[in-house]
């Protein structure tokens, strides 16, 4: 291995021997110093007073700037401050806390590839399989969510791991290097992974009441893992946020603080609010373009997710990436490892006491992920839904249509 550091042959300053100080400038100096620290400690005075002042009306709440990493990046909350007969400065007070520390909390959580000290989270237990082990309650909750509903797709993580690499691509080439769809060898390890994921008797989380869990692997699965180097087995992928949205929006609920909404980038909604209106954009994508047909209006506390299996906005760069002739790859990784991509636009909604975001997704996760566009849509099985209270909306040839 060559030598670590690299040699620069960049000129290096003289070294100052004396300096001859001019002082009928040192006063003036001194004054205009003074003059420049007065105004950064009134702007910094001024920058704590908005931070701790709020005007009433909707008012988008940020997370707080000395929290520690979090999924503040990826999720919007947005509150009618002042409307409670509350001050618009003492609500938000209260208001930021609960929402910066739940951004923190699901973060640590859900994190798949992040051991924190504090939190037994996916890649702790990743790391410690055959042992028992007692999780936060939301993340039991989670486990036992995704037991009811026979979900696996928390077992492709190492799968997922490859396509992660590909949003995060900067140039086809590289993101060639990565997809599964470009690469036979690639394409082969995702199978494996997807063959290991689905069968129970390889991987799976036992639970054994009072939060307390047991991932067991089979003697086959790590040995391949050891072959391969995989380390993280657990990864929510796609099903994260839609967690993160209704246990968010139950802290907020907890608190008393429901005169808001939560969404997240890649299309997750809880409503709180009661007592205004809104609208909701029904996009749809002709395989060509993408495009909002019409809008749907609603009032009162609503859960509402939007699944689609190509790129729409611009905050779908980080779940997506699009190669220069159009060839696209998404997050929805399907049962055999493979991206789902297509051009199904599919939005799912019930009122909150009804059926939780984490509901609707899981429920329609297979109806979803095995259509390539609106028209392949098993609308029988999504009509089915409407007795959990789970409503779609989709478009067909640019008519909007509706579960009943």
């Keep these: 291995m060559g030598n670590r550091y690299i040699r620069t042959d960049r000129p290096k300053p003289d070294r100052i021997k004396q300096a001859e100080v001019n002082n009928d400038h040192l006063l003036r100096r001194l004054i205009l110093t003074l003059v420049f620290v007065g105004i950064a400690v009134a702007s910094f005075a001024y920058a704590v007073w908005l931070l701790n002042n709020a005007d009433s009306g909707w008012t988008v709440i940020e997370v707080d700037s000395t929290s520690d990493i979090n999924l503040g990046d990826e999720f919007t909350l947005e509150y009618n401050l002042g409307q409670e007969g509350v001050s618009s400065t003492a609500e938000k007070k209260a208001i930021v806390p609960v929402y910066s520390q739940a951004m923190v909390n699901y973060y640590r959580l859900f994190s798949p590839n992040n051991i924190y000290s504090d939190v037994y989270n996916l890649c702790y237990i990743s790391y410690n399989p055959e042992t028992e082990i007692v999780v936060d309650e939301d993340l039991y909750y989670v486990f036992e969510m995704l037991d009811k509903y026979d979900n696996r797709s928390i077992y492709l993580a190492p799968a997922l791991a490859y396509y992660t690499a590909v949003f995060n691509s900067t140039s086809d080439s590289e993101a060639a290097v990565y997809d599964p769809s470009k690469d036979a060898d690639i394409l082969e390890y995702v199978s494996e992974v997807a063959e290991f994921a689905a069968d129970p008797d390889s991987i799976n989380i036992e639970l054994l ?35 993160v949205a209704d246990l968010t929006a139950d802290k907020l609920k907890e608190a008393g603080l429901t005169n808001g909404y939560l969404f997240s980038d890649d299309g997750v909604t809880v409503n709180l609010s009661s007592d205004t209106d809104f609208s909701l954009n029904i996009y749809y994508s002709d395989g060509d373009n993408v495009a909002v047909s019409s809008e749907y209006p609603y009032r009162g506390p609503k859960n509402i997710v939007w699944l689609k299996n190509f790129l729409a906005t611009k905050e779908d760069v980080g779940n997506f990436y699009m190669y220069q002739d159009g060839t696209e790859v998404s997050y929805y990784i399907k049962a055999d490892g493979t991206s789902d991509t297509g051009s199904t636009s599919l939005y799912l909604l019930s009122d909150v006491d009804d059926s939780t975001c984490a509901d609707m997704v899981l429920s329609a996760y297979d109806i979803f992920i095995n259509a390539q566009s609106n028209e392949t849509l098993d609308t029988d099985a999504l009509s089915n839904l409407t007795s959990k209270g789970i409503y779609s909306i989709y478009v067909i040839d640019g008519e909007i249509k509706e579960t009943k």
Excluded at 217 to 225: H, I, N, Q, R, W
Aim: with cysteine; hydrophobic share 40%; aromatic share 12%.
């Design 209 to 243: 009441g009072d939060n307390t869990i047991i991932l067991h692997v089979s003697d086959e699965y790590k040995a391949f893992c050891e072959e391969n180097e995989i380390t993280e087995l657990l990864d929510l992928g796609w099903l994260r946020n839609a967690f």
